[in-house]
């Protein structure tokens, strides 16, 4: 039990480090772009970047993590993340846009990693507390993320006093968090396997053993593919993340530069990336017990419901 409760631990302070890598820079990503190229449509597709290379990064991870588990997999993930912050401080040193692209990319993989955190949590507990024990790995993506952004100011001083593009600064705190990730990620247990509540050993002992538990049959992208769609409740959960990233994303990715235009400081960015992010995160615990209290299919339906009044409110 000891050896589950702190790995869960290190789960969350990977989680919480890696939501603040990630926020840091997320206030200043569309801004660089544009300052690089002069367009204010580019700052939609350099954040379109760090999305793409989370989803381009996930698969792989995923697979890694059922064949080395998942210290292997979230060490890599974060650790190529750590090197996405590192290109993109070159690529703006360069004014390369290239550059800049792939290392967003990279620096998608923290997200990836992040949420995969989530579902290694899962595996540490008994199936009925699911929901809960997800919950809390996302709710330390709320300190981490709501923290990140108000370090958006100071790392542009810090960028303007190492004589860097201060837009660049608070990609330096990005680096720092998502190495940390890695660090701490890197001490995880190797039993923690996706599938396999009982991969985590009752002892550090047994955790050295040699011990392993059933390791579930892997499926490869297209088989996976073709048996969610096939599936009422694999197809629905798909749907309903989609969308939701959908309409999140399709306000937030411009809120900056919008903002910035209106001659907003970066100070005041950075709060309203923070409140975005706590209003995503805040409850997660409370909608962990609803989901375990209730089922999925009630949050989800909740989810749906907010969603509508939100989008009324806003045409209103």
């Known amino acids: 039990m000891k050896t589950r409760t702190r790995a869960q631990a290190k789960l969350i302070t990977a989680q919480l480090l890696s939501g603040a890598g990630i926020a840091s820079g997320y206030a ?12 204010t449509s580019m700052a939609g597709i350099a954040q379109m970047s760090v999305i793409l290379g ?30 996405g912050a590192t290109v993109v401080l070159l690529g703006v040193a360069l004014q390369f846009l290239p550059l800049f692209m792939l290392g967003m990319m990279l620096c998608g993989s923290a997200t990836a990693s992040g949420l995969q955190a989530r579902y290694a949590a899962v595996d540490l507990v008994d199936p009925a507390n699911a929901g809960r024990a997800m919950s809390l790995v996302v709710w330390a993506t709320t300190v981490g993320s709501v923290l990140g952004p108000s370090f958006t100011a100071p790392g542009a001083h810090l960028g303007a006093a190492l004589g860097m593009n201060e837009l660049a600064g608070p990609y330096l705190i990005s680096m720092t968090a998502f190495g940390l990730a890695t660090l701490v990620a890197s001490t995880l247990t190797k039993k923690i396997k996706p599938g ?117 409110l806003g045409v209103i």
């Open 28 to 39: 200043v990503g569309g801004l660089l772009a544009e300052e690089i190229t002069g367009k």
């Open 54 to 83: 989370a989803g381009l990064i996930a698969y792989p991870l995923a697979v890694l993590a059922g064949k080395a588990g998942r210290r292997t997999a979230l060490t890599l993930g974060f650790g190529i993340g750590t090197i």
């Open 196 to 312: 396999a509540a009982e991969a985590v050993p009752e002892s550090t002992e047994s955790a050295e053993s040699g011990d392993s538990a059933v390791e579930p049959p892997t499926m490869k992208l297209g088989p996976a593919l073709r048996f969610a769609s096939a599936r009422p409740v694999p197809l629905f959960a798909m749907i309903t993340i989609i969308a939701g990233q959908m309409m999140m994303t399709n306000v937030m990715v411009m809120t900056p530069v919008h903002m910035d235009h209106q001659e907003f400081s970066l100070g005041a960015i950075g709060i309203v990336v923070s409140v975005h992010i706590a209003g995503m995160y805040a409850l997660s615990p409370v909608f962990g017990w609803v989901a375990d209290r209730f089922g999925p299919g009630t949050v989800i339906a909740s989810g749906v419901v907010v969603f509508a009044t939100a989008i009324t």
